[in-house]
């Protein structure tokens, strides 16, 4: 089975600075993407970016890239140019390749403070 | 076109009572997946279903809950008897096939407050 892990339960960063969130998993599987969700206090679940495993680059969204080291099973997300509204719960998720086996696994999520 | 919609988006019921939660997916989306998100956790896999069928119900409790993707309407998860360890957020989530590149697009939720 899967797992995702998050050990930051909180971190806070400054109105325009940088912040990279950590998130390691485990898994037998050479193919699976791996996401990061934001969950505002709306509590709506947003996809900011997602990695497909047998990409070696790293993917990017604007302001939002990762760093994914597929050897070490790390997963971070660098938020740059940090805003107000970024503020929020982040969660690690990770989905198997294989069309049998479509859920998500989650990490229990690390909440973003953003400083004025 | 509307996003995966949720209702209701606040239960409220009383020890023993029944709880039946709504998901209306995208259009066009058959398959539906059903997440629960207990406080300060993340989400935790429920049930994966496609239309008329349950794919994959690993995460589900084995006592009360059940879950059901009609042919026509939406997709109801059913909890009978509830307990106060049933609060929660209760998260749907709607793709359009299984797997592979396509994307789990999340409902608002609902939260369920047992008394």
């Known amino acids: 089975a899967q797992t995702v892990t998050q050990s930051q339960p909180e971190m806070s960063v400054q109105e325009a600075e940088t912040v990279t969130l950590s998130c390691t998993y485990d898994?037998?599987?050479?193919?699976?993407?791996l996401f990061w969700y934001k969950q505002p206090p709306s509590r709506q679940m947003i996809l900011v970016i997602r990695?497909?495993?047998?990409?070696?680059q790293n993917a990017t969204e604007n302001r939002f890239s990762v760093n994914f080291q597929k050897a070490a099973k790390s997963f971070s997300l660098k938020i740059s140019d940090s805003q107000l509204g970024d503020a929020a719960m982040y969660f690690c998720?990770?989905?198997?390749?294989?069309?049998?086996?479509?859920?998500?696994?989650f990490g229990k999520g690390i909440t973003l403070s953003v400083r004025p | 076109n509307a996003g995966v919609m949720q209702n209701p988006r606040h239960l409220v019921r009383r020890r023993g009572q029944e709880a039946r939660l709504r998901c209306s997916p995208m259009?066009?989306?058959?398959?539906v997946y059903w997440y629960r998100q207990l406080p300060e956790e993340g989400l935790k896999f429920m049930v994966y279903?496609?239309?008329?069928?349950?794919?994959?119900e690993s995460g589900m409790p084995k006592e009360r809950f059940s879950a059901e993707f009609p042919k026509e309407g939406p997709s109801i998860l059913r909890i009978q008897q509830v307990v106060r360890g049933d609060s929660a957020a209760y998260f749907c989530?709607?793709?359009?096939?299984?797997?592979?590149?396509?994307?789990?697009?999340f409902g608002p939720g609902t939260r369920l407050t047992v008394l």
């Open positions: 989530a709607s793709s359009p096939s299984r797997g592979g590149d396509n994307e789990q697009f």
């Open positions: 279903l496609q239309k008329e069928n349950i794919i994959d």
């Open positions: 898994t037998s599987e050479s193919d699976y993407y």
């Open positions: 990695q497909e495993a047998y990409k070696q």
């Open positions: 259009k066009g989306h058959s398959h």
């Open positions: 998720a990770y989905r198997s390749f294989s069309g049998a086996n479509s859920k998500l696994t």
